[in-house]
């Protein structure tokens, strides 16, 4: 069995199968090194900390609170704690679909994001 870590899997690890294959397991990088493949150098980490900095850097792709703390491994309390602040920073939006609330980059958010 194969076990390939993934920048692109979301949360749950996914498993393959081809019978002309080996099977093969897709499972989600570490959140620390998925703040450093997304381009952070660790400045934006300094000044707001780096669950914060992480939970930003994996909103690049929109996700639910709970899509959140499955990436960052996190409790919900915690991924709603963050959310909050970054959202009354004018870094996040967020929206509520049914019972789910989904959130995204605001410009400014993206533009820190960036690094400029």
Do not use: N, W
């Amino acid at each position: 069995m194969r076990f390939v870590p993934s920048f692109f899997c979301d949360g749950t690890p996914v498993s393959l199968a081809d019978p002309d294959l080996p099977p093969v397991v897709v499972y989600p990088i570490a959140a620390e090194h998925r703040a450093a493949a997304s381009g952070t150098d660790g400045s934006l980490a300094e000044l707001m900390g780096p669950t914060r900095a992480a939970v930003l850097a994996a909103l690049r792709h929109s996700a639910s609170t709970t899509q959140l703390a499955t990436r960052l491994h996190a409790s919900l309390a915690s991924m709603s704690r963050h959310t909050k602040t970054l959202r009354q920073a004018g870094l996040i939006t967020s929206t509520r679909r049914g019972p789910a609330v989904l959130h995204g980059l605001t410009p400014l958010g993206r533009r820190l994001l960036d690094g400029g």
